[in-house]
């Protein structure tokens, strides 16, 4: 249930007219070609009535767009299951729209027994069609853009200064504000810190272990541990690519490309919103 909160990060699309005349076409041509329904014993011309549902199927698209664009730019964060329900709401709009339409053209009238039965497979129809939509979209934004996902402390964390020790006799701690941090990296026996200082990305050496840099940053929950050497901000990451077996990040303007393995994968995904 966790999956169906997160955020949905697709917004409403721009090119709307030509979602609903795909959508329009596919019906037609199923129609046309394939006369399921019993509609290959129609005895007109199958060629407009074919147009007609297409046309249906258009107006209803349209229909659902217009009605669900102020609904979505109202709704912040757009999340899994308000795509999924209005996903769900547009089929079955659009399937009863045409079984009208079916019933006006095959002259037969609807029966509450009839109608109840239409709506049951409608109904089984849709909520397969929604999960495929939803799910293969959100898949496939979250192999490329996992970073537009995560939910960020960036703005609760941006007075707080953090400190990571050096462990030598005469060692420089390092103090930073933690939104300056980037990554750590496990280097033998120190450790490399690389942040933002004055608007460039600066790496300074550290002799201590990963571990004592975990337990100097335990109390913030954007510190993340992506791969047996590194550590990352997960505020910082502005590009993630990849899937279940592991990702790549961009950690701001480093040019260096942090790995994440496949066993931090499911935590790295429990940050998402």
């Known amino acids: 249930m966790s999956i169906l909160t997160r955020k949905y990060p697709f917004p409403q699309s721009s090119h709307w007219l030509r979602d609903c005349s795909i959508y329009c076409i596919i019906v037609f041509l199923i129609l046309y070609l394939l006369q399921p329904f019993g509609f290959s014993m129609y005895q007109g011309n199958k060629l407009l009535v074919s ?21 979505h730019q109202r709704v912040v964060p757009w999340r899994i299951w308000h795509e999924a329900l209005a996903v769900l709401v547009m089929v079955l709009f659009i399937g009863i729209c045409n079984f009208l339409v079916f019933s006006v053209v095959f002259h037969f009238s609807i029966t509450l027994g009839m109608f109840l039965l239409f709506l049951y ?22 192999r490329n853009q996992l970073e537009a996902l995560l939910d960020k402390t960036t703005e609760e964390q941006s007075d707080i200064t953090v ?25 033998k026996n120190n450790v490399a810190v690389c942040y933002v200082k004055e608007g460039k990305t600066a790496t300074t050496e550290l002799h201590t272990t990963l571990a004592a840099v975990l337990d100097d940053l335990q109390a913030y929950q954007n510190i993340f541990q992506c791969h047996r050497s590194f550590v990352v901000n997960l505020n910082n990451i502005t590009s993630a690519q990849g899937n279940s077996n592991g990702y790549q990040l961009k950690m701001g303007k480093c040019p260096t490309t942090v790995p994440v393995s496949r066993t931090y994968v499911p935590k790295l995904k429990s940050y998402i919103a």
């Open 51 to 71: 147009l007609l549902f297409g046309a249906v199927t258009f107006g209803c698209c349209l229909l659902s767009g217009l009605a669900g664009r102020p609904i």
């Open 121 to 142: 497979w409608a109904l089984i129809i849709g909520v397969f069609v929604t999960i495929c939509s939803v799910s293969l979209n959100y898949y496939r934004y979250l």
């Open 163 to 187: 400190t990571i020790h050096d462990t030598t006799v005469r060692g420089n701690d390092l103090l930073l504000p933690i939104n300056d941090l980037l990554y750590v990296e496990a280097q």
